[in-house]
């Protein structure tokens, strides 16, 4: 009797199949339907083909297009044919890499003499359609190193030979579909012919790995789907996106400005913008108050030892300022990359007991980081930020509950803005170089986060590579109104600057003890979050959010006084609202009040201030009827104090 090997199933179930069992023989076990639109399998945290014999016991999904890992393999495989359509019509193009990315694909290719442009790239398209109709399979050949190096001496490739160089020679696999072999680790789908429909978005100039020195490629970014009308929804959701654009929105709005003067991606908050981000951070701050954090305020500069001491100087030196050397002495200082470095040393300023644990300092702290020009982009990217940052020193055996309030505190705030949440445990791999501490700890802190999550009824996937240098991480994706994903919130927890910055409690057997760390921010960043969160309400905020909540228009100059009279008892109730005395017409404030996304306006002419009513107009609905003013106040109090969200 064959060998069994025993698969476990994602709702827990086991079943034994013969070792050397295929992916597809295993989603055919369950039903044809299944193998039909299967794409992939994932064995544990490994994607693989689906006619890959298994080999071993593991943890099973059936990967289809509605899964991550589906649409990954997918979009894998569209950018081999992408690079199949580039060798039929560039004979001579030189191939470097070609991954998938989160919304699609790209391939860094040098096109040597010729020139490719944006008008090329419907006759590429239709050159992968045509490919993909003829449903050739790829297939998976492993090779020596020897072999894969002659091969692309053959062809004359210099960037694959340079990526043959780097790998261990027992690991070294080509894929071949058509007339197309190409350096890769896999997966892929079964054949070309699940491509329905592809739309090539832009070309961009890429350095060969990223670096300046070397040769600029043209890099080819694409999206693939397995249905046309997928394909139209996505050209759809693109429209809507450049609708809800934070840059365009963020000027209209006047929530921020770009001024090459500041400095490029240096923003500064407008006042709108800083009522906006006032209210987020009054917002978490209560939160943060219920749950005994303690505020602090740390410099925007510190000592170069602090950040050796922490490790961020050295592992994060290309995305950092250049140390500032100061005093005859050249002490050097460096603009703060990071908080936590401060928060360590707030934490060893006094002997601290097991009876002060746990200890959660918190901060929005402004830290900076020199992005390339050419990844600047709005808000969403800049130079200068503020991070929602906060660390949680803690005994290990205070370690889970602590985990447990952060993931409720994270889950409370993106609960309230209605945004979707997915959930990814972030492990280290195999690349040791990457990261620091012990390993003993790396293994503990990845068994505790997994503990939390199982015991929580989490639904999470585990993603290996992208930890942070010093420890595991639980990274909450949202999902916008239109659908798209956005990291955001993160929680790290971290044995390895216990080590480095030596922090120490006494326990209860008056012996010393290192505590844990929980790094959180659940916005992440100010700015980042900010311009989320204009795309995902497409500026109109919810009226707690709003930076004017109210407007009142008079009908003419002979009711002002009441309108400030309404404006005055309004503000004593704290709402942010503006009276409109201007000499234009009616009409012409309403629209104006419109464009600006006001949430409430408030007519008043004769009958209201006889009658000590308001008019009122929400916006995007218009006339909502007549109230009486005291109970209007009522309504727009009861719907701020409960950070009610409209429809978006």
């Known amino acids: 009797m064959a060998e ?50 298994i080999n ?28 199949e359509a580039i060798q039929e019509l560039y004979p001579n193009a030189k191939f470097a890499i070609g991954p998938p990315v989160e919304n699609g694909f790209y391939y860094d290719i040098d096109f040597g003499d010729q020139t490719v442009g944006e008008d090329d790239l419907e006759k590429i398209e239709n050159k992968m359609i045509e490919l993909a109709r003829e449903k050739n399979e790829f297939t998976r050949k492993p090779v ?28 070294i696999t080509f894929y071949e579909q058509g007339d197309f072999t190409d350096l890769c680790r896999g997966p892929h789908i079964p054949d070309t012919g699940r491509i ?13 790995r990223g670096n300046e020195n070397n040769e600029q490629l043209t890099r080819i970014y694409g999206i693939s789907f397995p249905k046309q009308k997928l394909l139209n929804q996505y050209i759809e959701q693109v429209e809507e996106a ?45 939160e943060q108050k219920k749950r005994g954090y303690q505020e602090v305020i ?100 205070q370690l889970k509950d602590e985990i447990i309030n952060v993931i409720e505190l994270t889950e ?48 999470y996937k585990v993603a290996r590579g992208e930890a942070s240098f010093y420890g595991p991480k639980i990274d909450f994706i949202i999902r916008d109104a239109i659908g798209r994903k956005w990291q955001l919130g993160t929680i790290q927890v971290d044995y390895v600057m216990p080590e480095r910055f030596d922090l120490t409690y006494v326990g209860s057997d008056n012996n010393k003890h290192r505590p844990v760390i ?51 008892k309004l503000k004593e109730e704290d709402v942010r609202v503006e009276v409109d005395t201007r000499s234009e017409p009616m009409g012409g404030k309403i629209r104006d009040a419109e464009t600006s996304k006001v949430p409430y306006m408030l007519i008043v002419g004769g009958d209201e201030e006889s009658d000590g009513t308001v008019s009122v107009r929400r916006h995007k609905e218009g006339d909502i009827g007549t109230f009486d003013f005291s109970e209007f106040i009522s309504n727009l109090t009861t719907e701020i104090d409960n950070k009610e969200v409209p429809e978006h």
């Open 56 to 83: 071993r016991d593991g943890t099973i999904t059936i990967n289809t297009w509605d899964s991550e890992d589906g649409k990954y393999t997918f979009w894998h495989s569209s950018a081999h044919v992408l690079a």
């Open 196 to 208: 329905k429909a592809v739309k090539l978005t832009s070309l961009a100039g890429a350095y060969w």
């Open 412 to 459: 409370l705030v993106f609960g309230t803005f209605e945004m979707p949440v997915d959930i990814r445990l972030s492990y280290r791999d195999d690349n040791e170089d990457k990261y620091g501490g012990a390993e003993e700890f790396w293994d503990r802190a990845e068994r505790e986060i997994k503990e939390v999550a199982d015991e929580m009824d989490l639904d």
């Open 242 to 286: 450049k609708k809800r654009d934070h840059k365009k929105l963020g000027k209209e709005l006047g929530i921020y400005m770009i001024d090459p003067m500041v400095g490029q991606g240096l923003p500064v908050w407008l006042p709108n913008g800083t009522v906006l981000r006032r209210t987020l951070e009054a917002f978490l701050r209560e």
């Open 144 to 171: 020596s190193k020897e072999e894969a190096l002659d091969f692309y001496k053959d062809v004359g490739n210099e960037y694959k030979i340079e990526l043959i160089e780097d790998l261990e020679a027992d690991n």
């Open 518 to 568: 929980i790094h959180r921010a659940p916005f992440g960043s100010m700015e980042r979050f900010t311009s989320i969160l204009i795309e995902h309400f497409a500026g109109d905020f919810p009226v707690w959010l709003a930076p004017k909540q109210v407007q009142i228009i008079p009908v003419s100059d002979d009711f002002n006084e009441y309108a400030f009279k309404c404006a005055s």
């Open 298 to 397: 740390t410099p925007h500069i510190g000592n170069l030892e602090l950040y050796r001491t922490s490790g961020h100087f050295p592992y994060y030196r290309e995305s950092q300022y250049n140390p500032i050397e100061m005093g005859e002495d050249g002490e050097g200082y460096l603009l703060k990359p990071m908080n936590c470095p401060h928060h360590h040393r707030i934490y060893s300023n006094e002997l601290r007991s097991y009876r002060d644990l746990p200890m959660r300092l918190a901060e929005f702290g402004s830290v900076y980081r020199y992005e390339q020009s050419g990844e600047l982009n709005g808000l969403s990217r800049v130079r200068g930020f503020t991070q929602d940052d906060a660390h949680i020193y803690c005994t290990h055996d």
């Open 4 to 53: 069994q090997i025993t698969i476990t199933f994602p709702d827990g179930s086991e079943k034994q199949f013969p070792k050397g069992t295929t992916g597809r023989e295993v989603a055919e076990s369950i039903s044809k339907g299944l193998a039909r639109e299967a794409l992939s399998i994932t064995l544990d945290d490994e994607i693989m083909d689906l006619d890959r014999p």
